[in-house]
């Protein structure tokens, strides 16, 4: 199905990009469409901010930190 065909499309990315030796805006675009930041909580050492990554051709599996 179309889940199988996007994990697919991932990992095809992932072997064009496997002898990155940089970190480029342009390869950053190519895995990521979205990452939602959320206001931060807390004060000083117990300030916490939600960060939400969703990957490209992965739309149902966000990846939260």
């Not at 990009?17 to 990521?32: K, M």
């Amino acid at each position: 199905g179309g889940d199988v065909q996007n994990i697919l499309r991932f990992f095809e990315l992932v072997r064009k990009h496997a002898d990155v030796t940089e970190l480029t805006a342009e390869v950053i675009h190519h895995f990521i469409e979205a990452v939602v930041f959320y206001q931060a909580e807390g004060k000083r050492k117990d300030r916490t901010q939600k960060v939400v990554i969703n990957f490209r051709f992965i739309k149902d599996n966000w990846f939260i930190f």
